[in-house]
């Protein structure tokens, strides 16, 4: 059964941004186990294909939430999807974020970078500091939403700002440089654009966050979940089971190398 | 025109003075608060001022004809603003607006090339730590240059 | 329980197989190659014929006696038949999925060399399936290209084999000692006309196997793969591989346990959709596609992540080498491109630690 999807049903769609949606699906009848944050689902379009899409979001109530950015072929069909629609889910795939002995959480998050570290901002932390960046006001996820959440202390920065803006402009890396932070204590989660990860945790390393405290995940091609495909590697790593969360550490040399 | 020593040695920014060069850049500073909408410099005006920004938030800014002023930075707690005081002709590139009640420390910068000037191991360290914000700046902007975030569809 | 079958021996053992529904798959003659086929009779083998192999080198060559599994690795592998080179997976009406029935018949393989039997179970380590029924063929006979020795994977066979056949050809005639290895392999063998093997039968097919150990054509460094694969990532060498490789994945669809698929999906003018996975080769450009592009574009990273795949990180993922030595990479490499050359290239130019 590896192969065969189940049925989902679109509920709810909420244009997030001018090409990101987020999904709400209830199963048709069975439903998948439950997910954790960081792991992923393969989403199927009829007819169309299937990609891999993290959950962003974990209601508890047996429905998928996914937020989709079209990006191509397959992911236009799913963010396309409109209310009413079938779907197929397969999952839950891949590692979660490590939130065991948290004490301080820092997500940093770059662009849909943001959508599988939402579900963590609820994570029970004695701190919560999101750092969040975006190409414009307008390519920002879920901004209501973190401004609503007065456990978080929230850094969104853009790269490009316009009049109505009054947030920060510029890269992620500078207010990660000067934020306040007790960094043996602190557990950074980050999801980006792979440069975007590893200029972050440079800046946190230089900081004094211990290596094993920041978390990475990775994206690869992925076409089945369960490390049949073989597309998914990276290094040693079939990124589909090992992945998409890594310790730093493990990923480092990876991401280093090039066409690796 | 002088800065309580307690805000200074709290600066990472700071951290690799030692406490007597903290003085000594202590008694060249003032601490300032702004309103928002504040106009802190100009482009081509006199730079003779730089801020460590303690809280609140600045824009730096540059004027395009057709789309009025264009903002390409923001500088928060803990950054540094202003460096055009470093080498003539000591002239603002840009300008900067306080978009947020600010408190800065604010340092005469005149003053304190002359206290690198008369104390060449003040003004190594002072280098330095100028060094590695403008390196952190330059590397920011790089990165913001590649434009990671774009929809590659 | 051994055995000694003659011609007429393996004839019935096909027969019998065949007569218990099975489908029976070895090598034949075809197109100027030694294939796989189904076999109706032991006729269909490719008798007095072997071949002669080479980087990028093969043909097949008249023997100077009527020997039925005197040839090394064609090519073809059994993963033809175990993970199938385009198979469906699922359809779908847009608001049910059905799997796709599983056709797959009940495979007896005849003829599974040493190399061949432990690719067999590398393959189903990632790709699972149902157990063939296995004939194996001892190996007396390594060919140029043939490094199963230096992978620990032959020439005698291992485990995995319901009877192992070893082929002699001498004044006592043209026999096959027939050994189980299963009780499966035992009950076939009671099912068949030979003679109970002598004491002297088993030395001489023992002595043939140990004696075509010596016989390799090529050799893998005695080093650990892994780590020299591991140590080499940012090596030069591989600048200088991608010079002659012309990334047509030959090497991909060749080798026996090389199992990468790509999903495609196709429709119907009814609404109705398709789901299935087809052989994928690393070296297609569209292999590492992230939204956006390619992550491996250069023909070095292409060889780099095959050749490291095969022979370190299959380590990391299963436990074991992704190399059985059967050679066929090399022979089917139109630039004769040779993983056992290259990876001594490696090894020449690594310090690998280890006190």
Redesign the interface.
């Known amino acids: 059964?590896t192969?065969?999807?189940?049925?989902y049903r679109v509920v709810t769609r909420t244009v997030e941004t001018h090409d990101s949606a987020t999904l709400v699906l209830r199963p048709?009848a069975e439903s998948l186990p439950t997910f954790r944050p960081g792991q992923f689902a393969m989403l199927?379009a009829?007819?169309?294909?299937?990609v891999p899409i993290s959950v962003s979001g974990i209601p508890g109530d047996g429905t998928l939430v996914h937020t989709i950015r079209a990006?191509?072929a397959v992911?236009r069909a799913l963010h396309d999807a409109a209310q009413g629609t079938?779907l197929?889910a397969r999952g839950p795939f891949g590692t979660a974020w490590r939130l065991d002995d948290v004490e301080d959480l820092l997500v940093v998050a770059g662009g849909i970078g943001l959508a599988p570290l939402r579900p963590v901002l609820t994570h029970p932390a004695r701190r919560t500091v999101l750092v969040a960046g975006a190409r414009t006001p307008q390519d920002l996820l879920y901004e209501k939403e973190i401004v609503s959440l007065s456990d978080v202390e929230a850094v969104l920065t853009v790269d490009r700002g316009d009049h109505d803006w009054h947030g920060r402009i510029g890269f992620v890396t500078e207010p990660l440089a000067s934020v306040p932070l007790d960094p043996a204590c602190t557990t950074a989660l980050l999801c980006g654009p792979e440069p975007m990860m590893r200029f972050c945790a440079r800046t946190l390393l230089g900081r004094g966050v211990p290596a094993g405290r920041i978390q990475v995940s990775l994206?690869?091609?992925m076409?089945?979940g369960v490390?049949?495909?073989?597309?998914c590697?990276l290094?040693?790593?079939?990124l589909c089971r090992e992945g998409p969360v890594v310790p730093y550490p493990v990923a480092e040399p990876l991401l280093l190398?090039?066409?690796? | 025109m002088t800065t309580p020593m307690t805000k200074l040695d709290v600066l990472p920014l700071l951290a690799r003075l030692t406490h007597s060069q903290r003085a000594a850049v202590a008694g060249v500073s003032r601490i300032e608060t702004y309103e928002a909408g504040t106009r802190l410099f100009e482009e081509g005006g006199l730079a003779d001022q730089c801020w460590v920004i303690l809280a609140g938030c600045v824009m730096v800014d540059t004027q395009v004809p057709g789309r009025g002023r264009v903002v390409l930075q923001s500088i928060g707690p803990g950054e540094l603003l202003g460096w055009s005081w470093l080498l003539p002709p000591y002239q603002w590139h840009f300008g900067a607006t306080v978009v947020s009640p600010t408190r800065a420390v604010v340092v005469d910068t005149q003053a304190l090339r002359m206290l690198a000037d008369e104390d060449p191991a003040l003004g190594y360290q002072l280098s330095q730590i100028l060094l590695e914000a403008l390196l952190n700046r330059l590397q920011a902007t790089r990165i913001r240059l590649l434009d990671l975030y774009r929809n590659?569809? | 329980m051994n055995l000694v079958l003659d011609l007429d021996g393996l004839d019935a053992l096909i027969r019998v197989l065949r007569d218990d529904g099975r489908v029976v798959v070895g090598p034949v003659l075809r197109d100027n190659a030694i294939t796989l086929a189904e076999l109706d009779s032991a006729a269909d083998l490719p008798g007095g014929w072997g071949v002669e192999i080479g980087a990028g080198h093969y043909r097949v060559r008249k023997r100077d006696d009527a020997a039925v599994f005197g040839h090394s690795a064609g090519p073809q592998s059994w993963k033809r038949f175990l993970h199938p080179p385009r198979r469906v997976?699922?359809s779908?009406d847009?608001?049910?999925?059905?799997?796709a029935q599983d056709t797959a018949p009940d495979y007896a393989f005849l003829g599974v060399r040493a190399c061949d039997l432990a690719a067999i179970a590398k393959l189903r380590q990632?790709?699972g399936g149902p157990a063939p029924f296995v004939i194996a063929a001892q190996c007396t006979e390594p060919g140029e290209l043939c490094f199963c020795a230096s992978m620990g994977c032959g020439p005698a066979a291992g485990p995995g084999y319901d009877v192992a056949l070893t082929e002699r050809i001498d004044s006592g005639g043209h026999r096959f000692l027939a050994a189980a290895g299963t009780v499966e392999g035992t009950r076939l063998l009671d099912r068949l006309p030979g003679r109970a093997a002598t004491q002297e039968d088993i030395t001489l097919a023992a002595q043939d196997v140990d004696a075509a150990a010596q016989r390799m054509g090529r050799a893998m460094p005695e080093v650990d793969l892994r780590d020299l694969l591991?140590a080499n990532?940012?090596s030069a060498h591989w600048e200088a591989v991608a010079e002659r490789c012309l990334t047509c994945g030959n090497c991909t669809m060749v080798c026996p346990t090389c199992?990468?698929?790509?999903?495609e999906?196709t429709?119907d003018l009814d609404?109705n959709?398709e789901?299935s996975?087809r052989w994928?080769s690393?070296f297609e450009i569209d292999?590492?596609?992230?939204?956006?592009?390619a992550?491996?574009?250069?023909g070095?990273?292409r060889y780099r992540?095959w050749m490291?795949?095969k022979l370190?990180?299959w380590r990391?993922?299963f436990g074991t080498s992704g190399c059985v030595g059967c050679g066929r990479c090399i022979a089917w490499c139109p630039a004769g491109i040779d993983i056992t050359e290259e990876a001594a290239a490696l090894a020449e130019t690594t310090q690998l630690g280890g006190e």
């Open positions: 059964m192969w065969l999807p189940t049925p048709v199927y009829h007819g169309v294909g299937e990006v191509g992911s079938v197929g994206e690869r091609n076409q089945c490390g049949l495909c073989g597309h590697q290094g040693p790593m079939l190398a090039k066409e690796l | 590659p569809a | 997976l699922m779908s847009g608001n049910e999925f059905r799997t990632v790709v591991a990532r940012d199992f990468c698929v790509s999903v999906d429709t609404g959709a789901r996975q994928a690393c292999f590492s596609y992230l939204h956006g592009g992550v491996r574009t250069s070095a990273a992540q490291t795949h370190g990180t990391d993922q």
